[in-house]
């Protein structure tokens, strides 16, 4: 008997409608997002931007930053290249305190 086997597939990227309609979003304004290097995306063959799944999460925090603090754009990159920054330095803080009998290497 085989062991069962599993294609693994990369997700299609989403449209500009179908990714402005799960964020509650003008097409537009996501159109604007990109262009201040704020959301990532990639363009297609016909020059259409498409975006992963894990743009949604950035546009949620893109949202909760406008609405819960009332930054601007600009002052919200700022505050997202910060924040990934923190992320950086506690990832590598937790990874120094871990004693070296307990990594998994």
Do not use: K
């Amino acid at each position: 008997m085989t062991a069962p086997r599993y294609v693994l597939t990369r997700r299609p990227a989403m449209r500009l409608d179908v990714f402005a309609m799960r964020c509650g979003l003008h097409p537009e304004m996501v159109r604007r997002l990109v262009a201040l290097g704020l959301v990532a995306c990639r363009r297609d063959s016909a020059g259409d931007p498409s975006f992963e799944s894990s743009a949604l999460v950035t546009v949620a925090r893109i949202q909760r930053l406008r609405t819960g603090l009332g930054l601007n754009y600009a002052a919200i990159g700022l505050v997202l290249d910060l924040l990934d920054h923190i992320e950086e330095l506690e990832s590598a803080s937790r990874t120094r305190r871990t004693p070296p009998w307990t990594s998994t290497n």
